[in-house]
């Protein structure tokens, strides 16, 4: 390989140390086919709509509870997007993006952003309470439809 075909250095650790079952390539491909999932997760930690910056902890216990725990929802975020996804997909349906436009692959932070203002409200008449779902449109009950029971 002529030096000028580098364009970069990797430093990439793995557990399997045998060659013969996993080459440096295959680790390499791997990894940066990982990497940008991987970084999309980690910048919506730090978007400010996320709210992390506002969170205080002084002791590590708690640094790395409140990582566990992000981590976790992190999974579920991911989880839920390919989920919905993956129904658009199969039942050739679309959502609009922030322009209007009609998309197959929204991520999940558009979706809260769309169903933000929905609520149930409980109001009793004659000792009765009912249930109330307000702001609701076509769009959000397609939403709560795209994921199911």
């Given amino acids: ?30 990894y ?14 730090k978007d400010p709509w996320f709210m992390v910056s506002s969170i205080y902890v002084k002791s590590p216990k708690r640094m790395q509870a409140l990582m566990a725990i992000m981590t976790l929802c992190l999974i579920v975020y991911n989880v839920a997007q390919h989920k919905l996804r993956a129904k658009l997909k199969d039942t050739n349906e679309t959502l609009p993006n922030q322009v209007g436009k009609e998309i197959d692959n929204p991520t999940l932070r558009w979706i809260f952003q769309i169903m933000e203002g929905v609520a ?24 709560i439809t795209l994921f199911g029971e």
């Fill in 120 to 143: 149930i409200v409980k109001v009793a008449v004659r000792k009765k309470m009912h249930s109330i779902l307000t702001n609701m449109n076509s769009i959000r009950r397609k939403i």
């Fill in 32 to 45: 940066k086919e990982q990497t940008s999932q991987v970084e999309m997760g980690f910048r919506f930690m």
């Fill in 1 to 30: 390989m002529d030096s000028l075909d580098i364009k970069g250095r990797f430093i990439v650790a793995t557990n399997e140390l045998d060659e013969a079952k996993v080459s440096d390539f295959e680790v390499l491909q791997t």
